[in-house]
């Protein structure tokens, strides 16, 4: 069977009534990354059982298609953690497309979604760097989660924050070391002086 006479299949299984098909189709579709199948799969998410809805938001994470990022930032505030990681990934697969949703969602009153939506920021990484991502990031610096400051301090270290520093340098004191580290390595990837004193400082402390 070749390629298209394999998509054509899962295109009608998509949409048919055999649920083992479905999933089968699913699969095939984000492994070729079929971009038709993009509508298709959204009505997926919205609709369908825990386990179907996360092998689709996988699939549209393969596609990688900008169409799909609202459905994924819902999907960010499911119950299903896998679910959660999926739609996590495929955010950082549609990249600069999703990042004003993403600092949307650092305001979420989930933690788990301010989590996911720092991480995933820093993943996109220094294409993200406008000043509404930055001040997000600042201000999830000062989150009552320690899980959303920390990854908050890795997303201004990877994409290169050199105006975040000040902030930065403050995170030192966190009184959780993980988080603390976390602005250490964000400083020490920054390329300003300040930056390399407060590092040099922190060592000597």
């Known amino acids: 069977m070749t390629n298209n006479e394999m998509i054509r299949e899962a295109m009608a299984a998509l949409t048919g009534t055999d649920l083992d098909a479905r999933a089968m189709a699913i699969e095939t579709l984000g492994e070729h990354r079929h971009a038709p199948a993009v509508p298709y799969l959204i009505d997926i998410v919205y609709d369908a059982d825990p386990g179907t809805r996360f092998m689709a ?4 994470g393969q596609i990688g ?12 505030r499911g119950n299903d953690m896998w679910t959660r990681a999926a739609a996590t ?5 549609i990249g600069l497309a999703s990042v004003n949703g993403l ?3 650092l305001r979420d009153h989930d933690k788990n979604v301010r989590r996911a939506a720092a991480k995933a920021i820093g993943k996109i990484g220094e294409d993200a760097s ?9 201000m999830a610096l000062l989150d ?4 959303v400051r920390r990854f908050a301090a890795e997303a201004l270290g990877r994409i290169g924050a050199d105006t975040m520093v000040k902030e930065l340098k403050e995170t030192l004191s966190d009184k959780h070391p993980e988080v603390r ?7 020490a990837k920054i390329d300003t002086v300040e930056a390399s004193q407060a590092v040099r400082s922190w060592l000597h402390e």
Not at 57 to 60: E, R, S, T
Not at 144 to 147: F, P, Q, R, W
Not at 181 to 187: D, G, P, Q, R, W
């Open 65 to 76: 298609d900008e169409s799909s990022t609202t459905v994924l930032l819902e999907a960010l």
């Open 89 to 93: 990934g495929a955010l950082i697969n």
């Open 57 to 60: 938001v996988k699939a549209l």
């Open 130 to 138: 406008d000043e509404r991502v930055l001040r997000g990031l600042s």
């Open 144 to 147: 009552v989660d320690k899980g």
């Open 103 to 105: 600092v949307e969602a």
């Open 181 to 187: 580290i976390a602005a250490f390595k964000a400083l």
